[in-house]
């Protein structure tokens, strides 16, 4: 691993300036386990890093009012188990819990989670480290290398949102959730404070794939905040995995429902673990609203929600699995009791 | 990961032998000397190396680290403690699972500098003296294990899933325990173990 210098400031402020004063190479670090993990793999290469989770004051978790207001450095673990987000928000709270591991769930930040990156394979593998024998092109990692994604072990990789460039998922489960309930950051930087709805705060791969997120250099976020809803409690964060717990998504799917007796009148959906950002269903809300659900319209939806996606060599699979993601989903979310 | 060993006082550079073989707090108190503090300003000068304190085992611990060091690698190298184990080293095997202010955590993807000021307790804080804590009496009662290697980490992160109040049932102990990889496949022994403790209602 490269050096890097470390500092601990103790306001949002101080670390603002501290990242202003580092200059190129200075990156936030919250708890790490994306960060430090792929610093390992020297894909990451801070010169300067920049603590922020002594920052006080920084990781409250508020639901009073009109919304819920969960401060970026609030750990997954106690956002997981909040009863608020536990009884009125399920989509959330099972977001949280069924990724990673209580360990890393413990030291893992709800705003660092947003700004984690790919677990794309030929991303993680072959930067040149000492277990690598050769270094795979990518332009996430080396812009202009290629991708040997397209055309190689694919599995894994996007069906829906993916360019010439890139194919790599965007791998949180949490940003599904909050894309689905229209939640936003509130980012401060040294030109002051602004909010970004969470939707907007990735970019699709396009030709610069390695432009991934929508912050400026040294840009904080704050919190996320999400806007109260009834749909909430009517809602589940449904999640298919290679194995029973502790994966990455195969697929994916937020759902919240606003229900007139067995009528929907708005659905809100959105899909992981297929897209290469999360990825809110717009077609197959609007096929939903206004019907009956059913098992039969439930997959009508989740086909819709597939609507363009396209496979590579060996990932097919995910357009039907997704699609199948949903249907559960939307049947799992209406048995839950409205609020 | 190189230079975690050195201080940063030329003079007083240790070997790594010579930290594995001094006690813990030796090791330790060769090691104080003129680290850069942990604050925001100024800025340190690049290879800086840093003074943390974290209380180890209820032991204050003074130590001058390399900023890359994790606390799994300042844990096993600098201090001696090699209970926690290095499965992988990216947070996926649960091998090096430790508890961090009650909470349990993956030491190898924690930077160490993180622990300043901090209660870091591993498998060696937990018996009492001589006697076993009642984890560890189970995890030999029934057989949770074979080789042992994932077995530190996966006590540790027992004990935490009892204390979370997880142990609730077979399924909810092996949901709570996923993070925990066991390459001996003795999980039919580990959760019969976790189940046994917490039937049992003992405080852990
Ligand atoms: C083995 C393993 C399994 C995992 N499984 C899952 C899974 O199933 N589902 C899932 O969703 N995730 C999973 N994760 C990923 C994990 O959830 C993320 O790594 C974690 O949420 C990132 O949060 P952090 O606080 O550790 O971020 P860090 O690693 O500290 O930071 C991540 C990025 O965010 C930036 N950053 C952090 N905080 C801020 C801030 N407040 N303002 C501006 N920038 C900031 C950092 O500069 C860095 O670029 C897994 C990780 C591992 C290692
Ligand atoms: S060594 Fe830390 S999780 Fe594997
Ligand atoms: S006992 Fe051998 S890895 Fe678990």
Same mark, same amino acid.
């Given at each position: 691993?490269?050096?890097?210098?470390?500092?601990?400031?103790?306001?949002?402020?101080?670390?603002?300036?501290?990242?202003?004063?580092?200059?190129?190479?200075?990156?936030?670090?919250?708890?790490?386990?994306?960060?430090?993990?792929?610093?390992?793999?020297?894909?990451?290469?801070?010169?300067?890093?920049?603590?922020?989770?002594?920052?006080?004051?920084?990781?409250?978790?508020?639901?009073?009012?009109?919304?819920?207001?969960?401060?970026?450095?609030?750990?997954?673990?106690?956002?997981?188990? #909040?009863?608020?987000?536990?009884?009125?928000?399920?989509?959330?709270?099972?977001?949280?819990?069924?990724?990673?591991?209580?360990?890393?769930? #413990?030291?893992?930040?709800?705003?660092?989670?947003?700004?984690?990156?790919?677990?794309?394979?030929?991303?993680? #593998?072959?930067?040149?480290?000492?277990?690598? *024998?050769?270094?795979?092109?990518? #332009?996430?990692?080396?812009?202009?290398?290629?991708?040997?994604?397209? *055309?190689?072990?694919?599995? *894994?990789?996007?069906?829906?949102?993916? !360019?010439? !460039?890139?194919?790599?998922? !965007?791998?949180?489960?949490?940003?599904?959730?909050?894309?689905?309930?229209?939640?936003?950051?509130?980012?401060?930087?040294?030109?002051?404070?602004? !909010?970004?709805?969470?939707?907007?705060?990735?970019?699709?791969?396009?030709?610069?794939?390695?432009?991934?997120?929508?912050?400026?250099?040294?840009?904080?976020?704050?919190?996320?905040?999400?806007?109260?809803?009834?749909?909430?409690?009517?809602?589940?964060?449904?999640?298919?995995?290679?194995?029973?717990?502790?994966?990455?998504?195969?697929?994916?799917?937020?759902?919240?429902?606003?229900?007139?007796?067995?009528?929907?009148?708005?659905?809100?959906?959105?899909?992981?673990?297929?897209?290469?950002?999360?990825?809110?269903?717009?077609?197959?809300?609007?096929?939903?609203? *206004?019907?009956?659900?059913?098992?039969?319209?439930?997959?009508?939806?989740?086909?819709?929600?597939?609507?363009?996606?396209?496979?590579?060599?060996?990932?097919?699979?995910?357009?039907?699995?997704?699609?199948?993601?949903?249907?559960?989903?939307?049947?799992?979310?209406?048995?839950?009791?409205?609020? | 990961?190189?230079?975690?060993?050195?201080?940063?006082?030329?003079?007083?550079?240790?070997?790594?032998?010579?930290?594995? /073989?001094?006690?813990?707090?030796?090791?330790?108190?060769?090691?104080?000397?003129? /680290?850069?503090?942990?604050?925001?300003?100024?800025?340190?000068?690049?290879?800086?190396?840093?003074?943390?304190?974290?209380?180890?085992? /209820?032991?204050?611990?003074?130590?001058?680290?390399?900023?890359?060091?994790?606390?799994?690698?300042?844990?096993?190298?600098?201090?001696?403690?090699?209970?926690?184990?290095?499965?992988?080293?990216?947070?996926?095997?649960?091998?090096?699972?430790?508890?961090?202010? %009650?909470?349990?955590?993956?030491?190898?993807?924690?930077?160490?500098?993180?622990?300043?000021?901090?209660?870091?307790?591993?498998?060696?804080?937990?018996?009492?003296?001589?006697?076993?804590?009642?984890?560890?009496?189970?995890?030999?009662?029934?057989?949770?294990?074979?080789? %042992?290697?994932?077995?530190?980490?996966?006590?540790?992160?027992?004990?935490?899933?009892?204390?979370?109040?997880?142990?609730?049932?077979?399924?909810?102990?092996?949901?709570?325990?996923? $993070?925990?990889?066991?390459?001996? $496949?003795?999980?039919?022994?580990?959760?019969?173990?976790?189940?046994?403790?917490? /039937?049992?209602?003992?405080?852990?």
């Amino acid at each position: 691993m490269r050096p890097f210098t470390y500092v601990r400031p103790d306001s949002a402020q101080a670390a603002i300036e501290a990242f202003a004063a580092a200059g190129p190479g200075a990156r936030y670090i919250a708890g790490g386990t994306s960060l430090y993990d792929l610093m390992k793999l020297d894909i990451e290469r801070p010169e300067h890093l920049i603590d922020v989770t002594a920052i006080r004051g920084l990781d409250g978790i508020e639901t009073d009012g009109d919304r819920l207001r969960f401060e970026a450095l609030a750990p997954m673990s106690a956002v997981a188990i #909040n009863r608020v987000v536990l009884r009125d928000y399920p989509v959330l709270a099972e977001s949280l819990a069924k990724a990673a591991s209580q360990q890393l769930r #413990n030291m893992a930040t709800v705003g660092g989670n947003l700004l984690q990156r790919t677990r794309c394979l030929y991303f993680r #593998n072959g930067a040149g480290g000492v277990s690598a *024998g050769m270094t795979y092109p990518c #332009n996430k990692r080396e812009p202009g290398s290629g991708c040997a994604a397209i *055309g190689g072990l694919d599995r *894994g990789q996007a069906v829906l949102g993916q !360019s010439r !460039s890139c194919t790599a998922v !965007s791998p949180g489960d949490w940003p599904v959730a909050l894309v689905a309930l229209d939640a936003y950051v509130e980012i401060l930087g040294r030109q002051g404070t602004r !909010s970004l709805p969470v939707a907007d705060l990735y970019r699709l791969p396009g030709g610069t794939p390695h432009l991934e997120f929508a912050l400026t250099p040294g840009e904080i976020i704050t919190a996320i905040v999400v806007p109260k809803a009834a749909a909430g409690r009517q809602s589940t964060y449904h999640k298919i995995r290679d194995r029973e717990s502790y994966a990455f998504a195969l697929a994916s799917a937020a759902v919240a429902l606003d229900m007139a007796g067995d009528t929907v009148r708005q659905a809100r959906i959105a899909l992981g673990g297929v897209a290469t950002r999360p990825w809110r269903a717009v077609a197959a809300e609007a096929q939903l609203a *206004g019907k009956q659900l059913t098992r039969e319209t439930a997959i009508i939806a989740g086909r819709a929600a597939l609507t363009g996606a396209k496979a590579g060599d060996h990932n097919g699979f995910k357009i039907e699995l997704a699609a199948r993601t949903v249907a559960d989903a939307l049947m799992i979310a209406a048995q839950r009791k409205p609020a | 990961m190189d230079g975690g060993e050195r201080s940063g006082d030329d003079s007083s550079t240790i070997t790594r032998r010579t930290a594995l /073989g001094g006690t813990a707090g030796l090791a330790a108190a060769v090691l104080i000397d003129a /680290g850069a503090a942990v604050s925001a300003a100024p800025a340190p000068p690049p290879g800086a190396t840093l003074l943390i304190k974290p209380i180890v085992n /209820g032991r204050v611990t003074p130590v001058t680290i390399d900023p890359r060091t994790s606390l799994l690698d300042l844990l096993r190298e600098l201090l001696g403690l090699t209970g926690a184990k290095k499965g992988c080293d990216h947070g996926q095997c649960g091998a090096c699972t430790v508890h961090i202010d %009650g909470r349990r955590v993956a030491s190898c993807l924690t930077l160490a500098a993180k622990t300043d000021g901090r209660a870091v307790t591993t498998i060696e804080g937990l018996a009492d003296g001589d006697g076993l804590h009642p984890m560890q009496q189970a995890f030999i009662d029934h057989d949770a294990l074979q080789c %042992g290697y994932c077995t530190p980490g996966q006590i540790m992160a027992a004990v935490a899933c009892i204390r979370e109040g997880k142990a609730t049932s077979r399924a909810s102990i092996r949901e709570a325990m996923s $993070g925990n990889i066991c390459r001996c $496949g003795a999980y039919v022994g580990i959760v019969d173990a976790i189940a046994d403790v917490a /039937g049992k209602g003992r405080r852990v």
